[in-house]
């Protein structure tokens, strides 16, 4: 897990933010200097319980006529959050707010389909 983020963080300078959460256990990390953050208390709530019940929602809303989920991206007003199912967990990735935020994307699942996750 900690390859994958050191790869998530590799990609850009607008990824602010990487966390993983796989078989109940979370990594995290974020990027130094950042301004406008959100507390780590915050955040660790944010993977262990809201990240993985809007996966489980859309999810089950996309399997039902709309051909399954991909991602899920969320527009908060200081940055952007990605968050995308894996094997076992999920991984989320805050990213600036005036970056590229497809071209992020797409970067980010190659990586994870590289790395078997």
Not at 11 to 21: K, L
Not at 75 to 102: R, T
């Amino acid at each position: 897990m900690e390859v994958l983020k050191s790869q998530i963080f590799s990609i850009s300078e607008n990824v602010r933010y990487v966390a993983i959460y796989v078989d109940n256990k979370l990594i995290s990390g974020e990027k130094a200097s950042l301004k406008n953050t959100s507390s780590s208390e915050s955040d660790k709530y944010e993977e262990l319980i809201v990240n993985p019940t809007l996966l489980k929602l859309v999810t089950q809303r996309g399997n039902i006529d709309c051909g399954g989920l991909d991602y899920v991206i969320i527009k908060y007003g200081s940055f952007f959050q990605f968050v995308v199912p894996i094997n076992n967990g999920h991984l989320s990735v805050g990213i600036e707010p005036n970056a590229d935020i497809m071209d992020l994307t797409n970067k980010i699942l190659t990586i994870i389909k590289t790395s078997g996750s």
